[in-house]
């Protein structure tokens, strides 16, 4: 399966919003880069180990901390069952996964 139609297909895209995602990275726990736009800045194994060991843990360092890729620091925002957000938000990337997996066989 390739990650790179995807990603162009399903995330590049507009959302019901008319925002657009500037850049995106699919990255492997090892650190191994299975798709990336070329705006996606390059990932260092260390900045990978970080993130997995942060998300691991109870997140406080990642709220207190942010994440970095590229030697760039990203602020991490977490989404709770009850914020006001609408499910239609967060279900179009969701379903459109769906749809690529099933177009894939799986």
């Known amino acids: 399966m390739s990650w790179d139609a995807y990603v162009d297909n399903h995330l590049m895209c507009a959302f019901p919003t008319g925002n657009t995602l500037t850049s995106v990275g699919i990255i492997g ?18 900045e990978v180990t970080a993130i997995v060991n942060a998300f691991n843990s ?30 239609g938000e967060y279900n179009s990337v969701v379903e459109k996964l769906g749809d690529y997996l099933v177009d894939q066989g799986y």
């Open 29 to 46: 726990l090892d650190g191994s880069v299975w798709t990336a736009n070329n705006k996606f800045p390059e990932i260092k194994t260390a």
């Open 58 to 87: 109870d997140g406080d360092e990642l709220a207190q901390r942010g994440l970095f890729i590229g030697d760039a620091k990203y602020l991490v925002v977490e989404g709770e069952k009850d914020m006001p957000m609408t499910r």
